[in-house]
Every structure is written in C-alpha cells, then in structure tokens.
C-alpha cells in the first residue's frame, strides 16, 4: 500500500467521521427533547416538573451508603487519593501550554472543551453519586486535555510515526513523517509546525 492510498483512506476516514459527528449531534438534540433539558448561558436546565420527578428518583443517601460494598469503602480514600497529582497536573499543563504554546506559535488548547462538569444538575443523583460524577468528569476530562496539549507540542516537536503503532494515536499522528525517513523530517519539520488550521476543532 503506499502513500496516496493511505491518504485517500485517511480522506474517507475523515469525511465519515464528519458524518459520524453530525449524526451525534442529531441523536443528541433528539434525547434534549426526550429528557426536557436544554442549556441557558452555557449552563443545563431541566424543566421544574423534571427536576421533581428526577428528584423522586434519587436513592437516599442513607440507603446508597448502606448498599455499598465494603471494599467498596475501604478503596475510596485511594480513588480520591489521586486528585492530588491530577490537580498538579492540571496546574503545571497549563501554565505550560499558556507560555510555551505562545513562545512556539501553537493554539493553545481550551481546557473548558475537555473537562465538562455537568452531572450535578441530575436530580436523581445523590450527594455522594455527583461527588462520584464530578470526579469521573474532571479526571477523564483532564486526561483527554493533557493528551491535547501533548499531542501539539509532538507534532512541533517531534513530529514522527513510531517503529509500531499504538493502538489509539492522537489526531496528529497521521501527518507525522514516517520513522527512519531523514529526508522528509527535515523537508516538512517546519511545514508540521505551521499545520494547524486543518486540524483544529
């Protein structure tokens, strides 16, 4: 297979997963209207006759901490034990991203695009199952931040293919020059460092 091949595969991929995308946002504006929410200055409101039928639908707190395993329990305090280096992280990406991508010429990455925080206006959840929610939320989101910010700083830095391929690449990954060729990473180094329009979502 060569080069033009992979690339016509790579135009179809993109194209579908376009296609991909708008069918999400159809699907999603389908369950807004099922679910009765919508948003009002960037925020989720349900409807009040919703909020009290979800409210009626929580677990008590006093039953949902009696139901829990005690493994369950016993295993919490090193679950949250983890938002210490999650936090240093989010500080020390960020204050990264906010000089260095200005110093290189990258967009820096929106953080409020990755780390959404919504689960606390479900009504159905108790306090400790938001709790719950609004670490998944802000670890996962974090995560896919930080793989954001990384993903940019290879393709200025370090912009090629590995020996194997890993089994998730970043969006990037597919630009980058291939391993082993010389020729082409000092050819295109400087082009990569300027392709960002394409590629922004």
């Known amino acids: 297979m060569n080069i033009d091949t992979l690339t016509e595969l790579y135009q179809k991929a993109q194209a579908l997963q376009?296609?991909?995308?708008?069918?999400?946002?159809?699907?999603?504006?389908?369950?807004?209207?099922?679910?009765?929410?919508?948003?009002?200055?960037?925020?989720?409101?349900?409807?009040?006759?919703?909020?009290?039928?979800?409210?009626g639908q929580r677990t008590p707190l006093w039953q949902y901490l009696k139901s829990a395993q005690i493994l369950t329990v016993l295993t919490a305090p090193i679950i949250y034990a983890v938002i210490i280096p999650f936090v240093l992280l989010d500080a020390a990406v960020t204050l990264y991203q906010q000089v260095c991508f200005r110093v290189y010429g990258i967009p820096r990455v929106r953080r409020s695009d990755y780390i959404l925080i919504d689960r606390h206006h479900l009504a159905y959840l108790n306090v400790v199952e938001k709790l719950n929610c609004l670490y998944c939320s802000y670890g996962n989101g974090l995560v896919e931040y930080v793989r954001e910010v990384s993903a940019r700083t290879e393709q200025y830095w370090c912009p090629i293919k590995h020996a194997r391929r890993s089994p998730d690449p970043h969006r990037f990954t597919h630009q980058f020059?291939?391993?082993?060729?010389?020729?082409?990473?000092?050819?295109?180094?400087?082009?990569?460092?300027?392709?960002?329009?394409?590629?922004?979502?």
Do not use: C, M, T
């Open 18 to 55: 376009q296609e991909l995308e708008a069918e999400i946002d159809k699907l999603l504006e389908e369950k807004r209207s099922q679910f009765q929410y919508g948003f009002q200055r960037g925020k989720v409101y349900f409807e009040e006759s919703i909020r009290v039928l979800q409210h």
């Open 177 to 201: 020059v291939d391993y082993g060729d010389v020729q082409a990473y000092q050819q295109k180094l400087e082009e990569l460092r300027k392709a960002w329009e394409a590629h922004n979502p």
